[in-house]
């Protein structure tokens, strides 16, 4: 069996289309199609990412035969196969563990809206999981757990989540990162509509040093409306609490029901109720 041979048979068992077998590789659709024709040959380094896609060695794809791969995989050759062991569970899903490249796969054969129901793939070099439950290096799906992760929930250190997202540097619906961008984001440094931080900045911001273009609350306080513990800038109204910690709390609010557009009003509520919680 050529190389090309064995590139087709792998690429057709994991169901990829040429396409996505190259974008994964970096190369065109057409170089694919010729190193499956036995028209070129691939060079080094993506003969090494080939062996390290389909969990095969180097030497299998470029000198042994196809029975001894087959043997290879099944254990069947009096148990000499180091690098690779495999098993099924009830719900007849595979997991391959790569051994000698400390990588761990596991993939359900069940699958929605045609990705499988939970893919985890980890390793030391970058792996990507694409699944409803993605767990891996870079994470794709409905929930995506990794060190990069894209999905409508997202648990990494830079992630981008539709409606959450939690990790150091990440960007969502409500993102909570030490840098965290969303429509309501806490962090040390948070920017977006509703913020909290050590550093927050959008149209409400509480924190240490808030910036809000409707209402700010915090140690210094920019805005419209701006609450300070030691400074306060407010274009519309400003207060800095007294020494005992008071401060007219209902000039506070009657200025928020006065000034704050009708479009914030869940927003202006949990200022309203920071102010609150902070004048007992």
């Given at each position: 069996m050529t190389l090309g041979e064995k590139i087709y048979r792998m690429r057709s068992e994991k169901g990829m289309s040429q396409e996505t077998f190259g974008e994964m590789l970096g190369v065109s659709r057409q170089s694919v199609s010729k190193w499956e024709t036995d028209q070129s040959v691939p060079e080094l380094d993506k003969i090494v990412a080939i062996s390290e896609l389909f969990m095969v060695s180097t030497d299998y794809l470029l000198k042994e035969s196809a029975e001894r791969q087959e043997k290879l995989r099944s254990g069947s050759d009096g148990g000499t196969?180091?690098?690779?062991?495999?098993?099924?569970?009830?719900y007849n899903s595979r997991v391959i563990i790569q051994k000698s490249l400390?990588?761990?796969?596991?993939?359900?054969?069940?699958?929605?809206?045609?990705?499988p129901l939970v893919h985890v793939n980890i390793g030391l070099r970058p792996v990507r999981a694409k699944g409803v439950i993605a767990i891996g290096n870079v994470a794709q799906g409905i929930i995506a757990i990794g060190i990069a992760g894209v999905g409508v929930i997202a648990l990494a250190p830079v992630g981008v989540g539709l409606l959450l997202a939690i990790g150091v540097c990440v960007t969502g619906g409500v993102a909570l990162g030490s840098l965290a961008v969303g429509v309501i984001a806490g962090g040390a440094i948070s920017v977006g509509v509703f913020t909290a931080g050590a550093v927050a900045v959008g149209q409400f911001s509480f924190g240490a040093f808030a910036v809000g273009q409707q209402v700010a609350i915090g140690d210094v306080a920019h805005g419209?409306?701006?609450l300070g513990f030691s400074e306060a800038v407010g274009s519309i109204y400003e207060e800095v609490q007294a020494a005992d910690g008071s401060?007219?709390?209902?000039?506070?609010?009657?200025?928020?029901?006065?000034?704050?557009?009708?479009r914030f009003r869940i927003f202006a509520g949990w200022m309203k109720w920071i102010a609150g919680m902070m004048a007992r």
């Open positions: 196969e180091e690098n690779f062991s495999e098993s099924r569970n009830e400390f990588r761990y796969e596991y993939k359900s054969e069940r699958t929605f809206l045609g990705l419209n409306i701006a401060f007219d709390y209902q000039a506070m609010i009657n200025a928020i029901d006065a000034n704050v557009p009708g």
